[in-house]
């Protein structure tokens, strides 16, 4: 159920105040530090509902999530360009009582399993420059391996449900790079087990009630062909 940069666009829309033209600054400030990180060649995949998008349905976004190979010396660097975005924006950036503003956040990888994953990112146009997407399996992982703390990292649960659910991304392979990353409590790979269980009760919740309003729709009056055709040939057999 993949969709496109477009289908975010047209989600950013504040709609408590519909004067408020902040949530529609996200995909300039998306492309300004896009641009940034190319021109510097890092490697790097951008995370988050964002990324989601490509392999989900599209949700509203406030917040713009990067990872990106940086080592010691180029991490100084990184907070140079989120600096300088942030300033260029900064009347869509700062933190104004009820303007939503949009964040930027671009972190380096946690560890050599997430480094890897970074030559997994999808490269396409997405809000009219060439971005490199996280893979699904990255996006669970990333889920997955978040320990819900605030109401953003416990939203992250719901995005694992519907990686899932949706059927994008190998779970046996995240499963294994769970495995490769977690603590001795497993709380990675219990997390996973959580979002798939909670991912077959909506798909199967979602059956059922389409079969209850499917059978309320029936005619009761009605009679299948098969039906018919029975009745027929069983008149038809007798002498």
Same mark, same amino acid.
């Given at each position: 159920m993949g969709g496109s940069s477009a289908d975010i666009e047209a989600l950013l829309i504040d709609v408590t105040d519909p004067n408020n033209?902040?949530?529609?600054?996200? =995909?300039?400030i998306f492309r300004d530090i896009i641009g940034r990180l190319d021109a510097a060649g890092?490697?790097?995949?951008?995370?988050?509902? &964002?990324?989601?998008? %490509?392999?989900?349905?599209?949700?509203?976004?406030?917040? &713009?999530?990067?990872?990106?190979?940086?080592?010691v010396d180029r991490r100084q660097e990184a907070a140079e360009f989120v600096r300088t975005t942030r300033a260029r924006f900064a009347e869509c950036m700062d933190p104004h009582p009820f303007r939503r503003p949009i964040s930027?956040?671009?972190?380096?990888?946690?560890?050599?399993?997430?480094?890897? %994953?970074?030559?997994?990112? &999808?490269? %396409?146009?997405?809000?009219?420059?060439?971005?490199?997407l996280a893979s699904a399996e990255h996006l669970l992982w990333v889920c997955c391996r978040t320990? =819900?703390?605030?109401?953003?990292?416990?939203?992250?649960?719901?995005?694992? &449900?519907?990686?899932?659910? +949706?059927?994008?991304?190998?779970?046996?392979?995240?499963?294994?790079?769970?495995?490769?990353?977690?603590?001795?409590?497993?709380? +990675?790979?219990?997390?996973?087990r959580l979002a798939i269980g909670d991912a077959v009760l909506s798909t199967t919740s979602s059956f059922s009630r389409f079969m209850a309003e499917r059978r309320a729709r029936l005619d009761p009056n009605y009679v299948p062909v098969w039906r018919w055709l029975q009745t027929e040939t069983a008149s038809d057999d007798e002498p």
């Open positions: 033209q902040t949530p529609g600054m996200l =995909p300039a890092l490697a790097y995949a951008v995370v988050g509902r &964002i990324a989601l998008a %490509l392999h989900e349905q599209a949700r509203f976004v406030s917040v &713009i999530e990067i990872v990106a190979d940086l080592d930027l956040t671009l972190r380096p990888c946690i560890c050599a399993t997430e480094m890897r %994953l970074l030559a997994d990112a &999808i490269i %396409l146009p997405w809000f009219g420059v060439a971005a490199r320990e =819900p703390v605030t109401l953003d990292d416990a939203e992250r649960h719901v995005d694992a &449900i519907a990686l899932i659910a +949706g059927g994008a991304v190998d779970l046996h392979r995240v499963q294994g790079l769970l495995r490769e990353t977690d603590d001795v409590d497993e709380a +990675g790979q219990r997390r996973l």
